[in-house]
C-alpha cells in the first residue's frame, strides 16, 4: 500500500485502455494471472475461453478522488450514474460496499477496474476502497436530499411527516411536466418513486430500532425535482435495508380513479441511512421467488440487442425492454448481478422452456461483483424506436420473441441490399410487421403510467402472464444447422456405443456405404418447431439454398418463386438426412433442446465432423412466405387489383425448361416459355371499397374456403333455366372467394362471361399459346403445370396489346411486373338442387399438389381465388378442366391391345408403340410423347445413344410397379433439387423410343419433383402401407434382446461373419408371443406405442421349408400387422369404442390389454402347421384374469397374423446359445427342439408386393 | 377319355392356339388362361377371350367354380376338335378364378418356362 502510486483519472483515459489496479497486489508481466475482484467467480462464468481477462496494472496503483451523485454536468447516456471525480477530470463509476457517507467525501480506491468509454472517457468500477479522512464521519448520519438548504430548524408544518421501514423498491427516474413558481413555462421536473414498507409509529427514533417496529405499512415516498431525483443510484444500492426520511409532505395521487396517498420529499427532506438490524441480514439466494415477483442473483453472460436481452444462466433470460430503465454501465458479460423485484415468468415455447425475468418498474439491478472480463459496457440508447415501444406493449414471452426475431433479421444486414425493404421500412419496422402478425392478440397487454404500474402493481398488466407460449422459434440458419449437426453428433456417438456392444446381428458398418446414398432420414418441422427466414438463392452449384448472412442450406422445393430480394419465411419443411448410416435410420432423433443463445450469439462451435451427412430442408405446401406479404396494407391493395376488374383465365399445359447457356444444338436463349391454353371466358370482378374494408381476419392455416362462405343464391331457377336452355350460357354468376396475405379473405359476387369471336358467336374454343418470360420475371417459377391462373384485364395486358385477338400458338411476351392468381373451381349444387352445399373441387390450381401431398397440409386450399360456379357449369368447364394428360395425350392411342392390356387409362402411361414407327431418316429423333408420375429408383451413368440421342443418364422410374427407363443428357435435369433417387417426380413430355418402357428426355421435356419419399420418421402414420419402402424400425434399445454386456455377448462373436439370408415367406402360426408394457423410461414416451414385444416367434413358410422366425419389436409388430387398421369385425363394437384413426389401429386396442395385464406371454402348443386348431395358452403376470373378449382378442390376432401379406425376412442363423440366453432374459420355455424346425432370427421384415418381386425377379432372369 | 394317361396341361396363351400350331390336336392336355367372355348355363359352355382370341371351354365337369362373366379364370383340360368346322373346345377338368394376375407377366413366365424347359432337356441329353 505504501509502496502504491497515486494514479489520476487523466492518466487513465489518456491510456484509454481497460485495465485493473490494485494497492497491494503485484502483477508481473510473465505470469498475468487473472485479477484481483476477489469474490468473481470466473468457471462459473462461462466456459468460454475466448473472453480476455482485464489487463492488470503492473504495479500497485490507487486513485484517490471524490464519490459524487449525479449531475447535468456529467453527459452520460444512462444518466443516472455515480460520478468520480479527482479534481481534474470526472467519469462515470459504480461502487461496490457502498456506504452513503461516502458521497461527497473523499475517498481512496484500493482495487479497481476501469473501462475506457467513448462518451465520458472511461468508467471506474470501484471494488475496494477507503475513506482518506475518518475522522469527521462519525457524526454524519444524516443526509438532506437537498445538501444547500440544509437546515433542519426550518422545519414548515406541511412537511413535517417522517417515514422509516425496509426499502422494498425503486422505480427508474421519469419525467412529470409541472408549472413551478409564477411561470407559466412547464417544466421536466425529474423523479422517482419508492416504496417503502414502514412503520406506523409517528416518530423515528433511531435508539429504538429493533423493539417493536413492525414494517407492515406501504407508504409510496416520491423523491421530486432533480436534485432529489440523483438519489437515484444510491437509494437503488439502498433496496432491502432500512431507511428513514424525515420531513416530507403528504398528497393524494390519483392513481387509475383510486386515491393514493405518497409522502413526497421537500427542501427539508432528510435521509437517514441504514443501520444494521438482526432483520436486515437477508441473504442473497440465487432465486427467491414471492408470488409473481422475485429476485433473481447470477452471472451475466452475454448482452445482446443493445442490453435489451441479458443472458444470466442457462435458459434464464432478462428481459430490460423499457426505455426508462436507468442501468448501470457494470451490468457487463462476466457480473454479478441481483435483481429485485423481478418478474419470473417459466415459459413454455415450443422449442423447450425459458425463464424469463422480466424487469418492470419495480426491477432495480445492483451488481455485486464486477466483471474481471475485458466486456464492453451497457450504454443505454435513448432512442425510442416504434419497435421498442411496440416490444413494450407485450407480455414478457412476447417480448423475449420478438427480441430474438429481431436479432433474427440483424442477420440480414450486409447481404445484397433489398431496396425495397431498406428504403420503406428498417429491420426494426421489419420486425414489428413480422411480430404483429404472429404474436396473438392475447399477448398484447396495456400499460399503465409509472404511476400506475409501480403504485398497483399487482392489479396491472404485468401480473397475468401467459406462460404457454406456442410461438416458433425463428433461428438464423447457422444455428440451424449446427444444432442438426450437434444432434446427429451426438446419435452417431450413441450408435457407436450400441455398436460396440452389439456387432452381432445389426448391420455390419459395410452395410452402410452400401446403400449410403438411399439412405435418409427425415423428420418435419413440427419436430423441431422452428421458423428460419432467409433468402432464396440459386448457388453456383446450381442448387437451391436458403440463406442469411450467417450461413446456407439446401432446399428441395419444386418451382418456387425465387425472387433474391426478398426474405421468406419458411415454417412447414421436412429436413432430409442423407446418407446416414442405416443403423442411424431407425433410431429415433434425440430431441436437443434449442438453446435461445445460439439464436442471438450464432458463432456455432466447431464441431468434429465425422459423418458426411448431407441434409437439406424440403418445403411443404405454401410454407415459403414473403414476410412482408404480411403488410396489413398489402392486402387491401390486393383487394383493390380485383375491384371492377375483368380477368383473364389460362391454363398452364406445359412448362418449357429454362435452356441453359451452351445447350447443344440450341442457341442461346434466356427467355422462359409456357404453353398455356386461354379458356374462352373472362371473369369480372365487383369488389367494392367496403367489401375490401369488411374482408374478415382469419386465423392462418384456417380452412375457411367452406365456413365463409355465404350460401346465398344469386340466380333464380328460372333464370339458369334460361342458361341451360342455351347450349354455353353467355354469362354464369360465381361466387369468388379471394385469399391474400394468408390470413384475409373476401368472399363476393363475379361472372364469368364468355368471349365472342368478330362479336359473331361464342368462343367455343380454347388457344394454345406459348408465354414468354424473360428472365427477371418470377412468375414462371410460380406457375404449375395444370394450374389456372387469372390475369388482369387492361389496354396494355400482355393478352390484349397489340392485337385484336388471340389465336392459336401466338407467343405472347410476359413482363416482369404482370400479377397472376392462381385459381380453383368448384361447383355448388345447391343452386340446382334444394339438398345441401355439396362443394368439391374439380381441379385443383395445383394439381400436382393436390394428388401427391398425402400430408395434413394438402387440405387448405392452396389458390389464391376460388371460384364458386353453379353446378350446371360444370359440364361445361370440364372440357377445359380435365386431366391434363388427356390433354397431353398424342394420338397414337395403341390398338396393339397385347401391349397395354396392364396399364389402364388412369395409370397414365402411354407406351410407343413397338413396331409402328417406321426407321426414320429425319436428323431429330420421332416417337410419341408421354407423361408420367412415378419414384425415382436410381440414376445410372450409361454411355449410349438411344434414338439419335445421346445419353449420359439412365433413369429407373417405378410407374405402377414396372421399371420405366429414362434416358437422356440429364446436364439440365441433374441439377434439379431433390432429384435422385427417392424422389417422387412427374416427366411431361418424354421421349417414347419405340421400345417398351423406354423414353428419352428431350430439351422440351419438364421434370418436376413432387416430393421426396420419407424412408423413416414419426409421421408415418400406417407405416404398412408403405412397408415395402420402409425397414423395419429398430429403436437402439431393441437391436437384439440377445445383446448384453455379459458374458453372453462374446459367445456370439463367432457368428458376426454369419451371412444375412433373406427369403419371402408367409406366417403359418405364431408360436410364442411376448407382450409387455413400455419401461416408464421418459426417453421413449414420445413413441407411438406404449406396448413392447421383446419377443415373437413365427413359424413361416417361404415356400420349400418351414422355419421358427424370432424377431422382437418393431418387427414383431409389423408381423402381426399391429399398425393396420382394425377390421370391424375382429372388435366387440360396444367394449371398444373407436373414435378416431389413430385409435383403429390393432396396436391401439392391443395396448388397452397389455396395459392392464403388464405382461402377456401366449404360447402355442399344438401342431404349428394347422394355425386354426392350436391349442394357445395366455400367460399374464397381473392378478386379473382375461375376459372373454380379451381372450378372443389376443386369438384373433394370431390369426390376423396368419392371414398377413407375404414378408420379406432377412434373417441370420440361431445357435444354441443363443436360444438358451433369449429364454433366460425372456424367463420363458422356447422348446424349439420339439418341432424340429430350424430357428432363425429375423433381423429385417418388410412386406413384399409379390407383383414387384415378380417383375424384378422376372427381369433378372431374362438378363441372366 | 381315350388316353390311357392322363398328361400335365402345358401352359399356353390364347395367342399360340391357332389351327397351325402344335398345340391345336385333338385330346392335348392344356393349362389356358383368360378372361371369360360368355357362359351358357345350358350348355355349360363358357368362352374365354384374350389378346383377341377366344377359346370355348366345355366346364360340365367343373364344380365349385362360380363362373363370373369378366373375371379371368384358368382351366387345365383336354382339346376336342369338333370337326365339320375345325373348331376347338377345352374340355376343362379344373379350373379356377384368377383375377388379379398379371398377363403382362404371366405371358413372360410362360416363355422363361419353355426356355427353361428346353435347357434343361437339353442338357439331359447330353448326359
Known amino acids: 500500500m505504501e509502496n502504491a502510486t497515486i494514479l489520476t483519472i487523466v492518466e487513465l483515459v489518456h491510456k484509454g485502455r481497460a485495465v485493473t489496479g490494485s494497492s497491494s497486489l503485484f502483477f508481473s508481466d510473465a505470469t498475468p494471472t487473472p485479477h484481483s475482484s476477489s469474490e468473481s467467480r470466473p468457471g462459473a462464468v462461462d466456459s468460454d475461453s475466448s473472453r480476455k481477462f482485464l489487463t492488470p496494472l503492473n504495479h500497485p496503483a490507487v486513485i484517490v478522488g471524490t464519490l459524487a451523485l449525479p449531475s447535468e454536468t456529467l453527459k452520460c447516456p444512462n444518466r443516472y450514474c455515480f460520478r468520480f471525480s479527482d479534481g481534474d477530470l470526472t467519469i462515470c463509476c459504480d461502487i461496490l460496499r457502498f456506504e452513503i457517507r461516502a458521497i461527497g467525501t473523499k475517498i481512496c480506491v484500493l482495487s479497481w477496474n476501469f473501462l475506457p468509454m467513448k462518451h465520458s472517457g472511461g468508467f471506474l468500477e470501484i471494488i475496494k476502497w477507503k475513506f482518506v479522512d475518518t475522522d469527521n464521519l462519525v457524526s454524519r448520519c444524516s443526509f438532506p436530499l437537498i445538501p444547500s438548504l440544509y437546515s433542519p430548524q426550518n422545519v414548515d408544518r406541511k412537511s413535517r411527516y417522517s417515514v422509516f421501514g425496509v426499502l422494498e423498491s425503486i422505480s427508474p427516474v421519469s419525467v412529470v411536466p409541472c408549472q413551478e413558481g409564477v411561470s407559466s ?114 452471472f451475466v453472460r452475454g448482452l445482446y440487442m443493445r442490453g435489451k436481452l441479458v443472458e444470466m444462466d442457462e435458459d434464464v433470460w432478462l428481459l430490460l425492454t423499457d426505455q426508462i430503465h436507468n442501468r448501470s454501465h457494470s451490468i457487463r458479460t462476466g457480473s454479478l448481478i441481483f435483481i429485485r423485484n423481478v418478474h419470473l415468468v417459466n415459459t413454455k415455447f415450443s422449442w423447450g422452456e425459458v425463464l ?45 420473441w420478438t427480441l430474438l426475431v429481431r436479432s433474427c433479421f440483424q442477420k440480414f444486414d450486409g447481404m445484397p441490399s433489398d431496396k425495397e425493404i431498406l428504403r420503406s421500412c428498417q429491420k426494426d419496422e421489419l420486425t414489428k410487421l413480422y411480430a404483429e402478425s404472429r404474436i396473438p392478440p392475447s399477448m398484447f397487454q396495456p400499460r399503465g403510467g409509472i404511476f400506475t404500474e409501480f403504485c398497483v402493481h399487482e392489479s396491472c398488466g404485468c401480473n397475468s402472464e401467459a406462460h404457454d407460449c406456442n410461438l416458433k422459434l425463428v433461428m438464423p440458419i447457422s444455428s440451424f444447422v449446427h444444432h442438426i449437426k450437434v444432434m446427429l453428433n451426438e446419435l452417431l456417438s450413441q450408435i457407436k456405443k450400441d455398436f460396440s456392444a452389439s456387432d452381432f446381428l445389426s448391420d455390419s458398418p459395410s ?166 391454353l386461354v379458356l374462352p371466358w373472362e371473369l369480372i370482378c365487383t369488389v367494392t371499397e367496403e367489401d375490401a374494408a369488411a374482408a374478415p381476419y382469419f386465423e392462418e392455416h384456417d380452412n375457411t374456403s367452406q365456413e365463409i362462405r355465404p350460401h346465398k343464391r344469386y340466380k333464380t331457377n328460372n333464370e339458369l333455366e334460361r342458361q341451360r336452355a342455351l347450349s354455353v ?40 399459346v406459348l408465354l414468354e418470360f424473360i428472365p427477371e420475371c418470377s412468375n414462371y417459377y410460380a406457375l404449375q403445370i395444370g394450374g389456372c391462373y387469372l390475369m388482369k384485364h387492361g389496354t396494355d395486358d400482355s393478352f390484349c396489346v397489340g392485337r385484336s385477338g388471340i389465336s392459336n400458338n401466338d407467343k405472347i411476351g410476359f413482363r416482369p411486373e404482370t400479377r397472376l392468381w392462381s385459381v380453383e373451381f368448384s361447383f355448388d349444387e345447391v343452386l340446382t338442387h334444394d339438398g345441401s352445399v355439396d362443394v368439391y373441387p374439380l381441379v385443383s390450381s395445383q394439381p400436382s399438389l393436390a394428388v401427391e401431398q398425402r400430408n395434413d397440409s394438402s387440405s387448405q386450399p392452396c389458390s389464391d381465388v376460388s371460384l364458386l360456379l353453379p353446378y350446371d357449369a360444370k359440364r361445361l368447364f370440364s372440357v377445359f378442366l380435365k386431366d391434363l394428360e388427356e390433354l397431353n395425350k398424342p394420338l397414337a392411342a395403341g390398338n396393339d391391345n397385347n401391349n397395354i392390356a396392364c396399364c389402364t387409362q388412369s395409370e397414365k402411361i402411354m407406351h410407343a408403340e413397338p413396331s409402328r414407327v ?110 415395402a419402402l420402409c425397414l423395419p424400425k429398430i429403436t437402439h434399445q431393441e437391436y437384439v434382446p440377445c445383446i448384453l454386456a455379459g458374458p453372453g455377448c462374446n459367445s456370439f462373436s463367432e457368428n458376426k461373419d454369419n451371412q444375412q439370408i433373406k427369403f419371402a415367406c408367409k406366417v403359418l402360426s405364431v408360436y410364442l408371443l411376448v407382450l409387455q408394457t413400455r419401461s416408464d423410461d421418459s426417453s421413449e414416451k414420445e413413441c407411438r406405442n406404449n406396448i413392447v414385444i421383446p419377443l415373437a416367434g413365427f413359424v413361416v413358410d417361404d415356400g420349400s421349408s418351414i422355419y421358427l422366425c424370432w424377431t422382437s419389436g418393431e418387427r414383431a409388430f409389423t408381423i402381426l400387422r399391429l399398425h393396420e387398421e382394425l377390421p370391424e369385425e375382429a372388435i366387440d363394437v360396444a367394449q371398444w369404442i373407436r373414435r378416431d384413426s389413430s385409435r383403429g389401429t390393432t396396436a391401439y386396442h392391443l395396448e388397452q390389454i397389455v396395459r392392464v395385464h403388464k405382461r402377456i406371454v401366449m404360447k402355442c402348443n399344438g401342431s404349428q402347421i394347422d394355425a386354426l386348431f392350436q391349442d394357445i395358452t395366455i400367460a ?48 420363458v420355455k422356447m422348446e424349439t427342439s420339439r418341432h424340429n424346425l430350424q430357428s432363425v432370427w429375423g433381423n429385417e421384415v418388410c412386406q413384399v408386393d409379390p407383383l414387384v418381386r415378380a417383375w424384378s425377379l422376372l427381369q433378372g432372369l431374362l438378363n441372366s | 377319355m381315350a388316353k390311357s394317361q392322363i398328361e400335365p396341361g402345358v401352359p399356353i396363351t390364347l395367342q399360340e392356339l391357332d389351327p397351325s400350331s402344335l398345340f391345336y390336336k385333338e385330346g392335348v392336355s392344356l393349362r389356358v388362361t383368360a378372361m371369360l367372355r360368355g357362359y351358357s348355363v345350358e350348355t355349360a359352355i363358357g368362352v374365354i377371350e384374350d389378346g383377341g382370341r377366344s377359346l370355348k371351354i366345355n366346364t360340365q365337369n367343373i364344380r365349385d367354380v362360380s363362373l363370373r362373366v369378366g373375371s379371368i379364370y384358368q382351366f387345365i383340360g383336354e382339346l376336342h376338335i369338333e370337326q365339320p368346322n375345325n373348331e376347338a373346345i377345352l374340355q376343362a377338368r379344373t379350373g379356377r378364378n384368377v383375377d388379379g394376375i398379371d398377363m403382362n407377366l404371366y405371358r413372360k413366365t410362360i416363355e422363361l418356362l419353355r426356355k427353361f424347359l428346353k435347357e434343361e432337356d437339353n442338357s439331359n441329353m447330353v448326359e
Open chain 1, 918 to 1027: 417406321p426407321p426414320s431418316n429425319s436428323l431429330f429423333p420421332e416417337g410419341n410423347l408421354a407423361t408420367f408420375r412415378g419414384d425415382i429408383v436410381a440414376v445410372d451413368a450409361v454411355t449410349s445413344s438411344v434414338v439419335d440421342v445421346s445419353s449420359s443418364y439412365c433413369i429407373n422410374v417405378l410407374v405402377n410397379h414396372q421399371i420405366v427407363k429414362i434416358f437422356g443428357p440429364l446436364r439440365r435435369h441433374s441439377y434439379l433439387t431433390g432429384f435422385g433417387p427417392g424422389a417422387s417426380a412427374t416427366f411431361y413430355r418424354i421421349l417414347g423410343t419405340g421400345e417398351e418402357n423406354r423414353f428419352v428426355l428431350t430439351s422440351a421435356s419438364f421434370v418436376k419433383i413432387n416430393s421426396r419419399k420419407a424412408l423413416d420418421g414419426p409421421q408415418l402414420e400406417k407405416p404398412t402401407h408403405r412397408a
Open chain 1, 185 to 298: 413555462d412547464s417544466v421536466n421536473l425529474p423523479g422517482f418513486l419508492v416504496h417503502v414498507m414502514a412503520c406506523e409509529c409517528k416518530e423515528y427514533n433511531r435508539d429504538a430500532i429493533d423493539c417493536g417496529h413492525a414494517f407492515e405499512k406501504s407508504v409510496f415516498v416520491y423523491l421530486c425535482g432533480s436534485m432529489a431525483a440523483s438519489w437515484h443510484p444510491a437509494i437503488t444500492k439502498l433496496v432491502g435495508s432500512n431507511v428513514a426520511f424525515s420531513g416530507l409532505k403528504k398528497k393524494l395521487v390519483y392513481v387509475r380513479g383510486d386515491s393514493l396517498l405518497v409522502f413526497v420529499t421537500t427542501e427539508n427532506s432528510v435521509l437517514y441511512p441504514p443501520w444494521l438490524s438482526k432483520k436486515q441480514i437477508v441473504l442473497k439466494a440465487g432465486v427467491d421467488r414471492r408470488g409473481n415477483c422475485g429476485s433473481y442473483l447470477g
Open chain 1, 729 to 768: 350460357p353467355h354469362e354464369i354468376s360465381c361466387q369468388m372467394t379471394i385469399r391474400c396475405a394468408n390470413s384475409h379473405c373476401l368472399v363476393t359476387a363475379a361472372t364469368l362471361s364468355n368471349l365472342r369471336e368478330n362479336k359473331s358467336g361464342n368462343m367455343h374454343s380454347t388457344k394454345r
Open chain 1, 356 to 400: 424469463i425475468l422480466g424487469a418492470c418498474f419495480k426491477t432495480s439491478i445492483t451488481v455485486e461483483s464486477f466483471s474481471p472480463f475485458e466486456t464492453s459496457c451497457l450504454v443505454d440508447s435513448c432512442r425510442q424506436t416504434s419497435l421498442s415501444r411496440f416490444i413494450e406493449s407485450l407480455s414478457f414471452p412476447a417480448r423475449f
Open chain 1, 1180 to 1227: 399374464v403376470t397381473s392378478d386379473q384374469l382375461l375376459t372373454k373378449s380379451e381372450d378372443k382378442f389376443l386369438k384373433w390376432l394370431i390369426l390376423n397374423a396368419i392371414s398377413g401379406p407375404i414378408w420379406e425376412v432377412a434373417t441370420s442363423s440361431m445357435d444354441m446359445k443363443m436360444i438358451d440366453h433369449l429364454e433366460r432374459e425372456q424367463c
Open chain 1, 511 to 676: 452395410t452402410w456405404k452400401r446403400y449410403n446414398h438411399t439412405n435418409m432420414k427425415t423428420f418435419r418441422s413440427e419436430d423441431t418447431s422452428v421458423i428460419l427466414l432467409g433468402r432464396l438463392k440459386i448457388s453456383s452449384s446450381g442448387r437451391l439454398q436458403l440463406h442469411d448472412r450467417t450461413s446456407s442450406i439446401d432446399v428441395l422445393a419444386p418451382d418456387l418463386d425465387i425472387n433474391a430480394s426478398r426474405i421468406c419465411e419458411v415454417s412447414d419443411y421436412s429436413i432430409i438426412m442423407e446418407g446416414i448410416p442405416e443403423s442411424m435410420f431407425h433410431m429415433p432423433f434425440l430431441q436437443n433442446p434449442l438453446r435461445c443463445r445460439s439464436v442471438v450469439n450464432p458463432t456455432p462451435l466447431a464441431i468434429e465432423n465425422t459423418l458426411t451427412v448431407r441434409f437439406s430442408l424440403s418445403l411443404g405446401t405454401a410454407s415459403c412466405k414473403h414476410v412482408l406479404e404480411h403488410h396489413p396494407l398489402d392486402w387491401r391493395h390486393d383487394l383493390n387489383e380485383f375491384k371492377e376488374g375483368m380477368f383473364h383465365l389460362f391454363r398452364v399445359t406445359h412448362k418449357f425448361p429454362i435452356l441453359r447457356n451452351g445447350h447443344p444444338g440450341m442457341p442461346d436463349c434466356t427467355s422462359a416459355f409456357i404453353e398455356a
